[in-house]
């Protein structure tokens, strides 16, 4: 799985004194573009869009935690794929929250769904994920 550390800040905390729900959708963010990144998917222009994501709340969070994320790819279609997300305490390797995703390429001139390359296949299996 494809690997990533995000650091809470304390602006990210709530009244509460825990990490605001929202934030989870941004570290999630962080590690998708991270994993685009490493992957050499998105060139020159932004290509894909996010049509659908979800996360699950399963631990509090706090400010000055660590955080692991791993990202995988759960199915890949013929324009889209899917991506599983899960985040960890780092010092306690505790799941805290588990996330997922469907990203479309997307042809912004036609404004519609384009086929995954070749290329854009082999890199995403590389993180593919064993079927359960």
């Known amino acids: 799985m494809h ?77 889209s794929f899917h991506l599983e997300q899960e985040m960890y305490e780092k010092e306690s390797g505790e799941l805290v929250a588990k996330g997922s995703s469907v990203i479309v390429q997307f042809d912004f001139e036609q404004q519609k769904s384009a086929s995954l390359t070749v290329d854009m296949r082999k890199q995403l299996e590389t993180y593919q994920m064993a079927a359960n």
Request: glycine fraction near 6%; charge should be negative; charged fraction near 20%.
């Open 3 to 79: 690997q990533i550390e995000i650091w809470v800040r304390f602006c990210e905390t709530d009244l509460l004194g825990h990490v605001n729900n929202n934030n989870f959708f941004v570290y999630m963010e962080d590690a998708r573009i991270r994993f685009f990144n490493d992957l050499g998917l998105v060139k020159e222009d932004w290509n894909f869009i996010l049509a659908s994501i979800k996360c699950d709340f399963l631990k509090q969070v706090y400010f000055n935690q660590t955080l692991v994320i791993k990202s995988g790819v759960a199915k890949i279609g013929n324009s």
